[in-house]
């Protein structure tokens, strides 16, 4: 796959879940319960410093997403059906990818990257 830095903004079929998305990536230092966040969603897997990083986002632009529930990819074994992949708009860019179980909850975000 093309490194997401390359991809241009696409047309977002489901604005309101990328507005969600912003909202809990700003907040990811906050393990507070949300319904569009899976249980097993591992706060602790990123640091203090990239969640105060990630505090700063300010814009998300979708960049696309992939059906991925044919290929049986699983994360703390919760079968994935979707990733959204986007771009984090604020003092700098950073790219990611949001990993997203049938009912559409977040059960991983890749670690975001500059490039």
């Known amino acids: 796959m093309e490194p997401l830095s390359r991809r241009a903004p ?5 604005p309101e879940l990328s507005a969600a998305h912003l909202e809990f990536i700003r907040q990811l230092a906050s393990p507070e319960a949300r ?3 899976h249980e097993h ?3 602790t ?5 990239l ?3 990630m505090a700063q986002v300010v814009s998300l632009t979708y960049l696309g997403e992939r059906d991925v529930q044919g290929e049986e990819m699983e994360f ?9 992949y986007y771009r984090l708009g604020g003092e ?5 990818t949001v990993y997203l179980d049938e009912a559409e ?5 890749d670690h975001p990257e500059r490039e």
């Open 45 to 49: 897997y990123y640091s203090t410093r």
């Open 76 to 84: 703390f074994d919760v079968p994935i059906h979707t990733l959204r």
């Open 35 to 37: 319904a569009d966040v």
């Open 10 to 14: 696409a047309e977002d079929p489901s």
């Open 92 to 96: 700098q860019h950073w790219y990611t």
């Open 51 to 53: 969640k105060e990083a």
């Open 105 to 109: 909850r977040v059960v991983f975000v």
């Open 41 to 43: 969603f591992p706060y």
